[in-house]
């Protein structure tokens, strides 16, 4: 099913990453999509996170950190395997880059794995 299927079905919301819960939450997920890296950097807490939920599901995740006054970083993000290919990866991208126009912020950036075709693709 491809994203404008998807529409009615697709919420995100926002996390508070310093509550517990959340933070284990958000790292449990990410070690269900990258099983050989680890969460919790020692700038991870100063991020906005969300949370991207499928038909009622938890889906994904992503965050942006801000970096200097005017600009962030797309720091983290991640799609499970089952949902892959409908284009949610977009949709999170998208949300983080209105956050950012909303904060006054002139500037992202971002980087991704060099074998990492279906992120590249999202982020161009």
């Known amino acids: ?24 939450g958000i ?10 890296e680890l969460i919790d950097t020692k700038k991870d807490h100063l991020a906005q996170w969300w949370i991207l ?11 942006l950190t801000p970096q200097g006054n005017n600009g ?8 499970l395997p089952q949902f892959r290919g409908r284009g949610l ?13 909303r ?3 002139k500037w992202l950036v971002t980087d991704t794995e060099k074998n990492n075709m279906a992120s590249q693709r999202s982020l161009q």
Do not use: C, H
């Open 1 to 24: 099913m491809l994203i404008q299927e998807l529409k009615d079905q697709i919420k995100i919301t926002s996390v508070n990453y310093n509550d517990p819960w959340v933070r284990r």
């Open 27 to 36: 790292q449990s997920l990410n070690r269900s999509i990258f099983t050989d």
């Open 53 to 63: 939920w499928v038909n009622g599901e938890v889906a994904g995740y992503a965050s």
């Open 72 to 79: 962030g970083y797309l720091s983290r993000a991640g799609i």
């Open 89 to 101: 990866q977009q949709r999170l991208i998208d949300v983080r880059i209105q956050a950012a126009e």
């Open 103 to 105: 904060q006054g912020w």
